[in-house]
């Protein structure tokens, strides 16, 4: 799909009100890439956003559900719901790519509950889930070496929203001592250094061009990930930003 639709206009719209670095990225990419990732990322903001939509678990249950439904009328190629999101999401994806994202809506369930994370493990997991099937997908690539730059980002996101979790009475982290974090930032910045991506994956990914410099402030002041992290001088994110589109993230 590589046409502006009014669905994909509507989708980008929304990027670029809910998403501004993702909108920022997806601008950089080549026209065929930008349209699938506006429709991805308008997605992703629907669908994360569905866990959060009502403080009653099953209203949120019901919602959530909503949009594995959807990924599971595209995953068996019959008659797809009509949605400004799902439309053009359908003609973007193949069925095995709407089977990957149905991870991500699962994962997206402990979004709803302030249930803690029961081991490092299961935080791990949870971080890859919400993370590499999205970017897998924008890139039209299963390979690892996404998957594991993919949830090095997603880690680095989840980290600057641990205020904002705390602040809703989630429990983030299944160790929140500073040494712990630490660990949890080396871990996701190993899976960063140690993939080589494509120049087509760059691209794909390029949202994430903060996300070394996150992870290295992390790990050198894990107690600010409670307060929140200082934002990036704006010189120093241009910096990043060019030096991830054009070389590596």
Known sequence: MTQFTDDVIECAKLVQSRDPIRFRAAMAAPL???TRLFTLFAFNIEMSKA???SKEPMIAEMRLQW???ALEEIAK???VRRHYVITPLALAIT???AKELQTSVEARRWDIYT???????????YLRATSAPLYQVAANDSAKAISDVATAIGTANFLCAVPMLLEHKKKPLYDGRPDAVRALAKWAYSLLTSSKLTPHSRLALLSGYATRKTLQHIIAYPEHVEMGLPPLNPLIDRALFLKARFFNL
């Open 77 to 79: 190629g019959g008659l």
């Open 115 to 125: 249930d803690p994370f029961d081991s490092n493990e299961a935080l791990h997991s």
């Open 95 to 97: 069925p095995d790519q």
């Open 51 to 53: 866990a959060w939509a």
């Open 32 to 34: 065929p890439l930008r």
């Open 67 to 69: 949009w594995y439904d």
